[in-house]
């Protein structure tokens, strides 16, 4: 793990490069230093239909949800938001600018206990490695 969630208000959609925004959250997850390359996920959710602040249909939201299996100490989660929130804003600071724009980021752990989980990808991985 861990697994990044971004929603996002649907009128971003012509407004955000959300592929190259999942690839900035992935190198920012990798560059921390505190996740397993192979347990990154990226995936960002349309909302099509929200209510923000006062209706404007300008307003618009981008939401990013961190889940990662528990045992990381406070401090390197603290580090670890910090480095994501700041490629984040990094990434869409013409938002700021351009209409009214909230961003979030909630890291949370997973009780490994209530989350059984199979992968492969690390298998696959390291067999490409050896490939090469």
Do not use: W
Request: charged residues 30%; proline residues 6%.
């Amino acid at each position: 793990m861990p697994h990044f969630s971004i929603e996002y208000s649907a009128n971003l959609e012509d407004r955000i490069d959300m592929p190259a925004l999942c690839e900035t959250l992935r190198q920012a997850g990798v560059a921390s230093g505190v996740f397993p390359l192979a347990g990154i996920r990226v995936r960002a959710i349309r909302c099509d239909h929200c209510a923000i602040a006062d209706l404007d249909p300008a307003n618009a939201f981008l939401d990013i949800g961190v889940r990662l299996r528990g045992g990381r100490d406070l401090e390197t989660r603290k580090r670890a938001t910090a480095e994501i929130f700041a490629a984040a804003e990094h990434f869409l600071e013409p938002c700021f600018k351009a209409f009214p724009f909230a961003l979030s980021l909630e890291m949370r752990d997973i009780d490994p206990e209530l989350a059984p989980k199979r992968s492969s990808i690390t298998d696959h991985m390291n067999a490409k490695a050896e490939k090469a």
